[in-house]
Nanobody
Framework: QVQLVESGGGLVQAGGSLRLSCAAS????????MGWFRQAPGKEREFVAA????????YYADSVKGRFTCSRDNAKNTVYLQMISLKPEDTAVYYC????????????????WGQGTQVTVSS
């Protein structure tokens, strides 16, 4: 079992930055590839970013490429999502998720999910 807790969300103006963190419980964090997803009101949950077990490989949705950076610190059992140049359309609840395989966009392949953190970008 892996428990995930996101933090770092908030209200920011367009063009601003935020860094989300996702802290994982347990001693097996490095066995899991991690993903970030988001869900805006009335919309389906969508893929944002993924990072491999060691952090050596990352993958991003086209909508965030060049603006968001995913990283992880296995010693701290934490994965991060650095977001810059935020846009109002980035407003959503952001979730981190863990998968034993490098699941990338395959939402159904993720085994564990956090409770989400709200990001609101004002225009």
């Amino acid at each position: 079992q892996v428990q995930l807790v996101e933090s770092g969300g908030g209200l920011v103006q367009a063009g601003g930055s935020l860094r989300l963190s996702c802290a994982a419980s347990g001693r097996t964090f490095s066995r899991y590839a991690m993903g970030w997803f988001r869900q805006a009101p009335g919309k389906e949950r969508e893929f944002v970013a993924a990072i491999s077990w060691s952090g050596g490989s990352t993958y991003y949705a086209d909508s965030v490429k060049g603006r968001f950076t995913c990283s992880r610190d296995n010693a701290k059992n934490t994965v991060y999502l650095q977001m810059i140049s935020l846009k109002p359309e980035d407003t959503a609840v952001y979730y981190c998720a863990a998968a034993l395989r490098y699941a990338l966009v395959a939402i159904n392949e993720y085994d564990f999910w956090g409770q989400g953190t709200q990001v609101t970008v004002s225009s």
